[in-house]
């Protein structure tokens, strides 16, 4: 069974700095496209930023300069650091696991910034 379990929401203050993790379990994660998603108060989901297994990774511009995916391959991780967090980054942050076709989805994290 494919589990994807996120972890580090939370309130921090404008400017502040957070760092999202996503633990996968039940996939071959070094195949797997990863990648963090967010939905804000009556948004729909948006893509924030990916990595692909050979390492390339792209961001929205949104958050381009402060955000930084990253992974963990041997604890099949995938980690979001963001930095410079702004008010309108407050969302519910999914993380995202694709291969050929097969996706899965986090419960989703909440993370608040106040200004």
């Known amino acids: 069974q494919v589990q994807l379990v996120e972890s580090g929401g939370g309130l921090v203050q404008s400017g502040g700095s957070l760092t999202l993790s996503c633990a996968a379990s039940?996939?071959?994660?070094?195949?797997?496209?990863m990648s963090w998603w967010r939905r804000a108060p009556g948004k729909q989901r948006d893509l924030v930023a990916f990595?692909?297994?050979?390492?390339?990774?792209n961001y929205d511009v949104s958050v381009k300069g402060r955000f930084s995916i990253a992974t963990d391959t041997a604890k099949s991780t995938v980690h979001l650091q963001m930095h410079s967090l702004r008010p309108q980054d407050t969302a519910v942050y999914y993380c995202?696991?694709?291969?050929?076709?097969?996706?899965?989805w986090g419960q989703g994290t909440q993370v608040t910034v106040s200004s």
């Open positions: 039940g996939i071959d994660f070094a195949l797997y496209t």
């Open positions: 990595r692909s297994p050979d390492g390339y990774t």
């Open positions: 995202h696991a694709e291969f050929a076709g097969r996706e899965n």
